[in-house]
């Protein structure tokens, strides 16, 4: 039996346990074979000492990331306690954790984890900048507060956000509607994602006024976008013509961003994502910068990086299976080729 006495210094105790001790709870629930008790700013462990010790580490795990961001949300709490990836390895430090902008009701807008760190990094020192990652690693949300942020400091005049109309499963044909009633489910990520950083009367003033624009990637055919910053976003989902359409658009002032997730490509069958093209050809450019975010990075539910862990996985599996069926029937077709005379 060990016991396990820790004082809380730094952070408002209020903030750790959660209101209601919700957070505190949580911490029970994770280590119910042993005692928590806590009286104002000590916690104390009771139980077995192996266990005592990691409740211990996990506590002050807690602390460390309340201490270092000023806020612990219970999906954090969750995630350190299944055992996922430190906190304080996912976050950026706090001085370079800074601010992009303030959203709606003043909602600060900034880094999550190191990869879009780099994201914002890289933006600032190139012009062009792909970043690829799977759903939920803030890939579209980071590049369009970088574009709000630059449009607020007046470095560009608009920002476009733009999305290849591919069909991902649906039937493009048989929505209802006009045109734009068609595209607008395709676009409503980047919606989404200004609704979240703008109060509705200035989003509305800017869409009215084309400051910002909204439209499918075919309608950038034939344009110079300068002084403005530029989203292409499921870039996974454009050939080969449509990216260099695109990336033949670009003004002298202007800056770009590229999202993309290889692991979901809509095209049709047998039709190759030119964004894997892009990266190829492109890779060595000066003022090009790639960025890989990962299912680490991932913002979302803390399932979806073990959803996306596992398709990863069953894909490499099946990556496996073919080339072993391909070598398979190579050495086949050797042994059973024509005799020699």
């Given amino acids: 039996m060990s016991e396990i006495i820790l004082t809380i210094e730094g952070v408002d105790p209020v903030a750790l346990y959660g209101q209601k001790n919700v957070k505190l709870n949580l911490l029970r629930q994770a280590f119910a074979d042993i005692t928590i008790t806590s009286r104002?700013?000590?916690?104390?462990?009771?139980g077995d000492k192996k266990r005592t010790q990691e409740a211990?580490?996990?506590?002050?795990?807690l602390v460390k990331v309340l201490r270092?961001?000023?806020?612990?949300?219970?999906?954090?709490?969750?995630?350190?306690?299944?055992?996922?990836v430190p906190y304080e390895h996912k976050l950026p430090s706090r001085q370079d954790n800074t601010t992009l902008l303030h959203g709606r009701n003043g909602k600060p807008i900034k880094a999550k984890t190191r990869n879009q760190k780099k994201l914002i990094d890289a933006s600032e020192s190139n012009d062009v900048v792909f970043a690829l990652g799977p759903a939920g690693t803030?890939?579209?949300?980071?590049?369009?507060?970088?574009?709000?942020r630059a449009l607020k400091n007046r470095l560009v005049k608009k920002i476009i956000l733009t999305r290849p109309a591919v069909e991902a499963g649906e039937n493009l044909g048989f929505l209802p509607g006009d045109l734009k009633d068609k595209v607008d489910p395709y676009l409503r990520p980047l919606y989404d994602a200004l609704d979240d950083m703008l109060p509705v009367e200035k989003l509305n003033y800017f869409m009215t006024n084309r400051i910002i624009?909204?439209?499918?990637?075919?309608?950038?055919?034939?344009?110079?976008?300068?002084?403005?910053?530029?989203?292409?976003?499921?870039?996974?989902?454009?050939?080969?013509?449509?990216i260099k359409m695109f990336l033949t658009?670009?003004?002298p002032s202007a800056k770009c961003i590229i999202t993309g997730?290889?692991?979901?490509?809509?095209?049709?069958?047998?039709?190759?994502?030119?964004?894997?093209?892009?990266?190829?050809?492109?890779q060595d450019i000066h003022g090009i910068g790639i960025i890989r975010l990962t299912a680490e990075d991932v913002v979302r539910h803390r399932l979806v990086k073990d959803i996306i862990i596992a398709y990863d996985k069953s894909d490499e599996e099946n990556r496996i299976r073919l080339e072993e069926k391909k070598e398979k029937r190579k050495n086949q077709s050797g042994e059973t080729g024509p005799a020699q005379s």
């Fill in 68 to 84: 270092d961001h000023n806020e612990l949300t219970i999906q954090t709490v969750e995630d350190i306690l299944n055992g996922g």
């Fill in 138 to 148: 803030g890939k579209t949300y980071t590049a369009v507060a970088l574009a709000i």
């Fill in 56 to 61: 211990k580490g996990k506590i002050e795990t």
């Fill in 249 to 251: 658009r670009l003004g």
């Fill in 261 to 282: 997730d290889l692991s979901q490509v809509d095209l049709p069958y047998k039709q190759k994502s030119g964004l894997r093209r892009a990266l190829d050809i492109l």
């Fill in 213 to 242: 624009e909204i439209a499918p990637l075919a309608f950038m055919r034939g344009r110079t976008l300068d002084n403005a910053f530029i989203i292409l976003d499921e870039a996974q989902n454009s050939t080969s013509m449509q």
């Fill in 40 to 46: 104002g700013n000590s916690i104390k462990l009771t």
